[in-house]
């Protein structure tokens, strides 16, 4: 069955640690993408990537880090730089079409 | 400045009703819109979309109607089950062809049996 699968599901960061939240898709899908989203808010998009080895700044890329080394993988990195990190991160993919995009079940981060 | 609104964080009907969710936008670029359900815990899943070359797009129980002059799109559900008790999201892309979608804050839809 293809999907996105999004490791781990509850992640918990000491201040002043970088995490790496994984994103991983077996749809084939070229474009990739990550959102945050905080309670009663929609979503909020970070980082996306519409071929290997180039990604591009979404509205809140402060603070967070992208590799794509191979179309299925989109690892996310929140660096001690992001000072308020809990949150919901979404990871997405979409064919070239671009629309629609297809989610994964989220990855919750919590700052111990 | 919220570009895809929702007004109305929760809405409550009752099983076999209609419900109706309602989506406005303030970007006259926006020309594909979408709406995504969203179960507690998990990503959101894709329902439904729209060009707006269309003012109607139905897909069994779920129809989406854009008034593009109002800049305003609505989800109805008929008849609504309990299962589709959720959070629903409208979003919004310039284009069919573009990777930007900007999200509503969501509608809470509870249907009660």
């Known amino acids: 069955d293809g999907g996105i699968t999004q490791s781990p599901k509850y992640l918990f960061r000491k201040e002043g640690q970088n995490v790496t939240l994984s994103c991983e898709q077996n749809l084939n899908h070229d474009a990739m993408y990550w959102y945050r989203q905080d309670p009663g808010q929609g979503l909020r998009l970070i980082y996306y990537?519409?071929?290997?080895?180039?990604?591009q700044k979404g509205d809140i890329a402060e603070g967070y880090s992208v590799s794509r080394e191979k179309k299925e993988s989109f690892p996310l990195t929140v660096t001690s730089a992001q000072k308020n990190p809990t949150a919901f991160y979404l990871c997405?993919?979409?064919?070239?079409?671009?629309?629609?995009?297809?989610f994964g079940d989220g990855t919750r981060l919590s700052i111990l | 400045d919220q570009q895809v609104k929702q007004n109305s964080p929760s809405l409550s009907v009752q099983e076999g009703r209609i419900s109706i969710l309602n989506c406005d936008y303030t970007?006259?670029?926006?020309?594909?819109f979408l709406w995504y359900k969203k179960y507690p815990a998990e990503g959101p899943t894709f329902l439904i979309s729209i060009s707006s070359i269309k003012d109607k797009n139905e897909d069994g129980r779920f129809t989406v109607f854009l008034n593009k002059s109002a800049k305003h799109l609505s989800l109805h559900i008929v008849p609504s089950q309990p299962g589709d008790s959720a959070v629903y999201f409208c979003a919004a892309s310039p284009d069919r062809r573009s990777e930007k979608l900007v999200f509503g804050k969501g509608t809470k839809l509870t249907v009660n049996p």
């Open positions: 997405a993919s979409s064919t070239r079409e671009w629309q629609p995009q297809h």
């Open positions: 990537s519409q071929i290997v080895n180039d990604f």
């Open positions: 970007n006259s670029m926006f020309d594909y």
